[in-house]
């Protein structure tokens, strides 16, 4: 019966984010987080619970639970390629040149990223749970930032061109390097009953595979640029396709993320003279899966496990937005950005996404092994209602910068002039 209803499924999701584009449209907003409402309200946690047949009085109407989505195989690969696609994307803006040009840059911006907010998260953490294990796992959830959300507001708002984009993508390549060993250490731990013998195992392979895939990148330009030296538009989808999925493929079943392999997958072939036509080739794949990794990010997205974590959630947005603008802030200027670039690089780093809810996922499948149960449990749901609001929060703080740089701005400008030119008094 699955079966018989899959490709049904596949155009109800379709459907839905056509129309949350549609809407999002309409109200010059941005689709990210229409895609993320309409996949939980089309989900088994929203749909799935109306009882329809005592709602309207007639046994005639289905109940809710047999009209809502459940997170399919397809919509579940489809997610992981939306990650895979996004990260690729920004690979491709990315190369090593211009990462190994901006090395200490990345360096200082990232380091005052990690500081500020993975201190800011162990503070918290501590405060709410009192022992490590929790706190670290809060630390991870607060500190990065969405590559897959920033890198397609990004693109959409046309930023990625604007010198903000710099310290925006700098920041996001540390934070990518950094959590592909922090995953291997969470999971360790945690599934590991809080060992961390256990960690360095799953760490060297992190740490081997990352250092193959740089070394891909720096010695496999000729490579990747013979890869794609042919004359149809069908098979460089399918060779671009098949290198970046199988490399990221192989590095999630190592237990390495599959979003920092797409990224040096799309840094190898950025080298190349094939940029441009890659990009107009996969960029309709990019957001037909990225819509669908959204769609799917609402979809298991409980929001009655809310209620019971709301004031931890409420604290740490109410802790770590602020963070995260003064950390982005200080990474523009790390850039030599002005005030109103700079700010604009607080105010886009601001989301969160797809790590913090894979580090959710960690603490839930370490219930009643390093964590307990209870624990477990308000972790997951402390995440994926953070994870919710920062994305809509982070998207329309982009959204509508220019505003908010017309407030905020003179202000630190006049600081910036208080500072430069002190008073004689």
């Known amino acids: 019966m699955a079966g018989e209803t899959a490709l049904l499924d596949a155009g109800v999701l379709f459907a839905a984010v056509a129309l949350a584009g549609l809407v999002a449209n ?21 749909l799935g619970r109306i009882d329809f047949p005592a709602l309207l009085g007639t046994d005639l109407v289905p ?22 696609l996004l990260l690729f994307f920004l690979g491709l803006e990315f190369n090593l040149d211009r990462l190994i040009a901006a090395k200490e840059q990345i360096g200082k911006a990232g380091t ?17 749970f009192g022992s490590f294990l929790p706190a670290f796992l809060t630390a991870g959830v607060v500190y990065i930032s969405s ?48 060992d961390i013998g256990e960690a360095f195992g799953q760490i060297g392979i992190a740490v081997g595979f990352i250092i193959v895939l740089l070394l891909l990148v720096y010695l496999g330009t000729a490579w990747f640029q013979r890869s794609l030296e042919i004359n149809s538009n069908e098979f460089t989808v399918l060779r671009a396709l098949g290198i970046t999925v199988l490399i990221s493929g ?24 094939h940029v441009h036509e890659l990009e107009n080739l996969l960029e309709p794949l990019r957001d037909t899966f990225a819509a669908v990794f959204f769609f799917w990010i609402g979809l ?13 959630i409420a604290a740490a947005v109410l802790l770590t937005t602020p963070t995260k603008l003064v950390s982005g802030y200080l990474g523009g200027r790390i850039y030599d950005l002005d005030e109103r670039r700079s700010l604009r690089v607080g105010l886009g780093m601001t989301t969160r996404g797809e790590f913090s809810l894979i580090i959710a996922s960690i603490a839930l499948a370490g219930a009643g092994i390093g964590l307990s149960e209870g624990i477990a449990d308000d972790i ?38 208080l500072s430069t030119h002190p008073s004689d008094d």
């Not at 989505?69 to 489809?78: K, S």
């Not at 990223?113 to 993975?118: A, C, P, T």
């Not at 201190?119 to 709410?128: E, R, S, W």
């Not at 984009?165 to 592909?180: K, Q």
Request: charged residues 10%; aromatic residues 10%.
């Open 250 to 273: 192989a590095a999630l079943s190592l237990g390495v993320s599959e979003a920092v392999a797409a990224f040096f997958v799309g840094m190898a072939f950025s080298s190349t003279g």
């Open 112 to 128: 005052v990223d990690l500081v500020i907010n993975f201190g800011a998260g162990l503070v918290l953490g501590y405060v709410l």
């Open 26 to 46: 309409r109200i010059n907003q941005s689709v990210i987080p229409l895609y993320i409402v309409i996949g939980m309200v089309l989900g088994e946690y929203v």
């Open 300 to 312: 298991i997205t409980d929001p009655t496990l809310f209620l019971d974590v709301l004031w931890i």
């Open 147 to 194: 590559s897959a959300i920033i890198t397609k507001s990004l693109i959409d708002l046309g930023w990625i061109a604007n010198d903000e984009s710099n310290p925006m993508l700098g920041t996001l390549v540390y934070e990518d390097l950094f959590i592909a060993v922090y995953l291997a250490v969470a999971s360790a731990l945690v599934l590991g009953g809080g």
């Open 63 to 84: 109940h809710g639970a047999e009209l809502a989505l459940l997170e399919t195989d397809f919509i579940h690969l489809g997610a992981e390629l939306g990650i895979v």
């Open 380 to 417: 997951y749901a402390f995440a994926v209602g953070y994870v919710l609001f920062m994305s809509i929060l982070g998207t329309t703080l982009m959204q509508y910068s220019d505003r908010i740089e017309a407030t905020i701005v003179p202000m630190l400008e006049g600081d910036s002039e």
